[in-house]
């Protein structure tokens, strides 16, 4: 700024834009349907942390607490939008920076765990192919879970043990028979502890 100059509160350029990073909030969504599951969680008193992971969702970056939740719905998304907290004393976190969120809010025991890409979804529901003994396939109804980008909690129509198909579905019909590529079409599993988490894109606030 030099003699001269003439400022104002108005002024939508601005000097100086001051930025808070000690701590920084992060801001994302959270759809509808699980908002009951959250709210029930704090009002056990339980501090639901959250996880900050980098744009490819490979690297976590930082880790923080759920500050508060929007007071209202937004009608066009079906979602809303929610407050975390991050302490950031490493600097790993920067105003208006691109993040994939994690919100640890349960953890199931005994949880049958798939590869998302298993689960399709049909006239009557969700359902998966899943192989018998002959390696022929059949389709079975389930009820999915909670879930993220690899992996969906089966919570009705599958046991632990189960083979389902996740490559090549749309060529599956009743009875057909299929070659089996382990790495390509591995096991349902059950899972001594499965979290609970909610992940959604969000930038810093």
Do not use: C
Not at 71 to 77: F, L
Not at 185 to 200: L, S, V
């Amino acid at each position: 700024m030099d003699v001269g100059n003439q400022i104002s509160s108005g002024d939508t350029t601005g000097i100086v834009v001051i930025t808070q990073t000690h701590p920084i909030d992060l801001i994302f969504t959270l759809p509808e349907s699980d908002i009951a599951t959250v709210v029930q969680a704090q009002k056990t008193g339980k501090t639901l942390t959250v996880e900050a992971w980098d744009r490819t969702n490979s690297q976590k970056l930082s880790d923080g607490v759920l500050l508060s939740l929007d007071n209202q719905i937004d009608a066009t998304t079906g979602t809303i939008k929610i407050k975390a907290r991050f302490n950031n004393q490493d600097d790993a976190l920067f105003p208006n920076q691109f993040v994939n969120a994690r919100m640890l809010v349960d953890t199931q025991q005994n949880a049958v765990v798939i590869p998302t890409a298993a689960v399709q979804m049909g006239n009557e529901g969700h359902f998966v192919w899943v192989l018998n003994d002959e390696n022929k396939v059949s389709k079975h109804l389930v009820k999915p879970g909670i879930q993220d980008s690899q992996k969906v909690v089966i919570s009705a129509g599958l046991s632990a043990g189960d083979r389902v198909v996740t490559d090549g579905i749309d060529r599956l019909t009743d009875g057909a028979k299929v070659e089996v590529v382990e790495a390509q079409a591995p096991a349902a599993k059950e899972d001594k502890a499965t979290n609970r988490e909610y992940g959604k894109k969000g930038v810093r606030s």
